[in-house]
């Protein structure tokens, strides 16, 4: 069964910093990319960036360039995203999720966590 478990969210003032995990299980690390996607109250899901099977960052959204940073680790059979000088607008539930690497389709998706940015 593949499960993929978020945790790191919580509330920040603005300019202040979070790092968000996800946990993969049921699932080789050596098989999945794995993207992040962020959903604010009254807007569509929206994708943050993405990472492939040997590291190599897909691009991320314009919104969050030179501010987010997705890594993963093997040890950990992890992906992280480290998001530095939030924002209020980057207030949202933010998901990750296993996806087709050539697509960026999601496959598996994870539960939310919430950031909340505080002016």
């Known amino acids: 069964q593949v499960q993929l478990v978020v945790s790191g969210g919580g509330s920040v003032q603005a300019k202040g910093s979070l790092r968000l995990s996800c946990v993969v299980s049921g699932y080789g690390y050596s098989r999945y990319c794995v993207g992040w996607f962020r959903q604010a109250p009254g807007n569509e899901r929206e994708g943050v960036g993405g990472i492939s099977r040997d590291g190599g960052i897909y691009s991320y959204a314009d919104s969050v360039k030179g501010r987010f940073t997705i890594s993963r680790d093997a040890a950990s059979n992890s992906v992280y995203l480290q998001m530095n000088s939030l924002k209020p607008e980057d207030t949202a539930m933010y998901y990750c999720?296993?996806?087709?690497?050539?697509?960026?389709?999601?496959?598996?998706w994870g539960q939310g966590t919430q950031v909340t940015v505080s002016s």
């Open positions: 999720a296993i996806v087709y690497c050539a697509t960026m389709n999601v496959r598996y």
